[in-house]
């Protein structure tokens, strides 16, 4: 098991491009490595997301709500 956090600022990306980035870097983890973003916004859209196609293969944690960034950690397990 790795401790790699691999962080990800989404605020100057488009957002139609969003999403894309993320998977193509959570896609590159290895189980125990973490996905770290930063946000303008609550990414819940993308927890539905990860809830359909990754469901039991992540752990998910706010390390910051609001109110201007939103800060999540998307562990690989």
Do not use: A, C
């Not at 359909?52 to 109110?67: C, I, L």
């Amino acid at each position: 098991m790795s401790d790699r956090v691999e962080t990800l600022d989404l605020r100057p990306i488009v957002i139609f491009e969003r999403h894309d980035k993320i998977f193509e870097t959570w896609n590159k983890l290895q189980p125990g490595e973490t996905l770290k973003i930063i946000n303008d916004h609550n990414p819940k859209p993308l927890w539905y997301q990860f809830e359909v196609e990754y469901k039991g293969k992540y752990q998910w944690d706010y390390e910051q709500k609001g109110p201007k960034d939103w800060i999540v950690k998307i562990k690989k397990i």
